[in-house]
C-alpha cells in the first residue's frame, strides 16, 4: 500500500505560468523525493501601472510518496 501526501508551495516568474510552475516544482524536488504530479491551483498575474504583466505567480499543490 502507497501513502501518499500533499504540500502547497506558491512560486513566480518573470516569463511565464510554465516557467513558474517548473521552478516551483524543482525548488521543491531539492527537499522532497518521489514527487508524483501537481494540481495548478491558482494562477495570478502582477501588472504595472500600464496593465504590463510583469510576474506570474501560482500555487501548486504537490504530491509525493511517503517513504
Known sequence: MSVAKIIEVSAASKT???DAVRSGIKKVAETVKGIQGAWVNETKVVTDGDGNIIEWRVNLR???LVQ
Open 16 to 18: 511565464s505560468v510554465e
Open 62 to 64: 504537490i504530491t509525493f
